[in-house]
């Protein structure tokens, strides 16, 4: 007896989600969606047994995946609440913990319906289940936030099923950690870009750009809207993580005078080499 | 009959211009280095014609290039200058410009060497010869700085004979225009990386790096000793290019709790897009 899985909001994480785990065979998993030529597409693309426009259609599941944007999971949850059977287990893929963490608390104050917030590392600058991959998720990390008493194995298993590496952490740690190690490079790769398109010597300017630049800048293009909500939900924290950021700038700025200069990129260099396997 | 060219320190950057040099079939190349055994392996690879371990043989040259670390260009040309005909044309590969512009300036103040500066702005993390590629300058910008009445024809026939796109421009606008494209993404990766290495928690942060950490401290993978000459020398716009670039963070923290913030992330976006065909 496969375990039924429903997924609301079938795009890109959404999307790989289910192709994952309905090839692990021991997951079905029902699509919700807004649009009907959207989740005919998710079926024709393995990511789904089942569509459905109805959101009431995820009780017929146990699991709940939330895969919306940050501002929509909190207003989606809400609606959701009132068609759930007891006992149903929430999740969703949301960048930000806290303030979704809190928010489910409210909401399902008086409900006996549970939820486990889930962060997977794992994306693109592509959007939709058009650019969706089963693979998507294979060997990356996945943050999952225990919240009161709910049964964190359930979504565990379900995010190690399609490959991911599980680490339960509280939503503050979560929310201070991506702000240093994934919002904060957000930001700075959008001021980095603002720096130059704020010139008047633009022009001149982008003739001379170097792969540098290029790769500091990078993750400018992913989607503005989805970002913005990520920033601000995060805004306490990221705060945090610029002051840092502004330390380490300051830093290497009085170094530039300084024959510490070469040791102290030497240390960073050396810092980042074992992190990633290649380039 | 060929034109003949020294290089002064056949590494990547060297080397990859002796290969493209000598395949346009129009120039003779003799390297010139300090170890017989690389100067074995540049002719193996096709960088040179022949090599040297005498700075005296540049003298076989009308233009000499001299393909060395930023640090190491002045000492070179002081040592080269007594050995070179009158007429002869230097010119450097440094990413720094006006210190070398105005150091070779004060050395050849009573001789006729003419000194045209010149920034391949290309490259790699990768050094030494074993790396050249005769394509690496093709569709690339060449920077040429004129100085004084120095021949820039010459010099700019150099990089346009190997692919590159020259821009002609003062060793002011240079350096600045450098700062803010490249030196600028630099520090910002350096800082970044410290950000984390100087964290207690930093063996949890590394478990949840993102492909914008990844991204955005790629460059920090580049040589620490070549970056702390370039970055020294360009002390002074740097420090400039640090400024805006804080007014642009600040800028943006600024709307983390405003809801402009999405649309000044879409002018980031938008403004970066065409400036680069792949991401």
Known sequence: MKIPVAIIGVGLIGGSLGQALRRTGKYRVIGIGRQRSKLRQARRLGAIDEGSLRLADAAKAKIIVIGAPVDDILPLARRLLPHLRPGSIVTDVGSVKQPIVDGFARLAAKSKILFVGSHPLAGSHKTGVKAANPNLFRGSTCVVVRVGKAPV????????????RVRTMSAADHDAAVALTSHLPHAMAHALVHVIAGRRDRNVLTTLLAGSFRDMTRVASSDPEQ????????????????????RELN?????LRSPRLRSHLRHSHNFRRPLFNAL
Do not use: H
């Not at 194995?153 to 991911?164: E, M, P, S």
């Not at 830093?251 to 170094?255: S, V």
């Open 153 to 164: 194995n359930a979504i565990a298993g379900l995010w190690k099923a399609v490959g991911a």
């Open 227 to 246: 970002w913005a909500q990520i920033l601000r939900a995060n805004a306490p924290a990221l705060t945090r993580a610029l002051a840092q950021f502004r």
């Open 251 to 255: 830093r290497l700025e009085a170094q």
